[in-house]
């Protein structure tokens, strides 16, 4: 594990944090990976991810995300929604930044934090209020960012994660939603071998550009 965080006080990306993230393929991009066109052919957002990773791997630096609001509200709101969560779990949440995969050197995750010796925990302050209540009631937060938290446990080789929603516009009693996802491992070994294939489309990519170059 590397113990870079990942945003200042102020909320600014930690420079050496992106840097580390260059290239990689990651836990906030498994889902663009993952993601299916029609007919189960690879999405737009699959091609888009994979020419992402070759530009940063030819520069070496992360291409430039342009942060809204909603980003903006999250990482603003992360600090409160970990106090809250820790005082409901009884629990302290460990920072961590950047954590490099062991088994494949082109992926690595930045888990929210690490919980007890098993567990992560994940936060998410949805902008929409609809959608903390949709968390409330069914999970949905968890099923959205499933490819990110089997990530997270895939790298960090951690049982469980528990997927947090926050928003404080609710009354105290409904701030928090918590749902604990458990490892899956049919759902990493797809994972695994999606990050596998397309590490080596990446690599044809860049072999591509560096030949035009010449």
């Not at 409160?80 to 460990?94: F, H, T």
């Not at 009631?137 to 089997?150: F, L, M, R, V």
């Given at each position: 594990?590397?113990?870079?965080?990942?945003?200042?006080?102020?909320?600014?990306?930690n420079p050496a944090w992106l840097r580390m993230r260059a290239g990689k393929l990651t836990g906030s991009r498994f889902a663009?990976?993952?993601?299916?066109?029609?007919?189960?052919?690879?999405?737009?957002?699959?091609?888009?991810?994979?020419?992402?990773?070759?530009?940063?791997?030819?520069?070496?630096?992360?291409?430039?995300?342009?942060?809204?609001?909603?980003?903006?509200?999250?990482?603003?709101?992360?600090?409160?929604?970990?106090?809250?969560?820790?005082?409901?779990?009884?629990?302290?949440?460990?920072?961590?930044?950047?954590?490099?995969?062991?088994?494949?050197?082109?992926?690595?995750?930045?888990?929210?934090?690490?919980?007890?010796?098993v567990g992560l925990v994940e936060f998410k302050c949805p902008s929409a209020m609809a959608r903390h209540l949709d968390a409330?009631?069914?999970?949905?937060?968890?099923?959205?960012?499933?490819?990110?938290?089997?990530?997270?446990?895939?790298?960090?080789?951690?049982?469980?994660?528990?997927?947090?929603?926050f928003d404080d516009r609710f009354p105290p009693d409904f701030q928090l939603a918590i749902t604990r996802v458990y490892r899956?491992?049919?759902?990493?070994?797809?994972?695994?071998?999606?990050?596998?294939?397309?590490?080596?489309?990446?690599?044809?990519?860049?072999?591509?550009?560096?030949?035009?170059?010449?």
């Open positions: 594990m590397v113990d870079v965080v990942q945003h200042f006080e102020d909320g600014t990306a663009d990976l993952m993601a299916k066109g029609r007919a189960g052919a690879p999405s737009t957002s699959r091609a888009n991810l994979l020419t992402t990773l070759a530009v940063e791997r030819l520069t070496g630096e992360c291409v430039e995300v342009f942060v809204n609001a909603a980003m903006a509200r999250g990482t603003e709101l992360e600090p409160k929604a970990r106090s809250a969560y820790e005082a409901n779990a009884g629990v302290l949440v460990e920072e961590v930044g950047f954590v490099a995969s062991t088994e494949l050197e082109f992926v690595g995750v930045s888990p929210d934090g690490l919980v007890d010796d409330l009631t069914d999970g949905t937060h968890a099923k959205d960012y499933a490819w990110q938290i089997q990530g997270q446990l895939w790298v960090t080789g951690r049982e469980w994660c528990d997927a947090v929603s899956d491992e049919a759902a990493i070994d797809r994972l695994r071998e999606e990050c596998i294939r397309a590490n080596a489309e990446v690599e044809a990519i860049v072999a591509r550009l560096l030949e035009m170059r010449k």
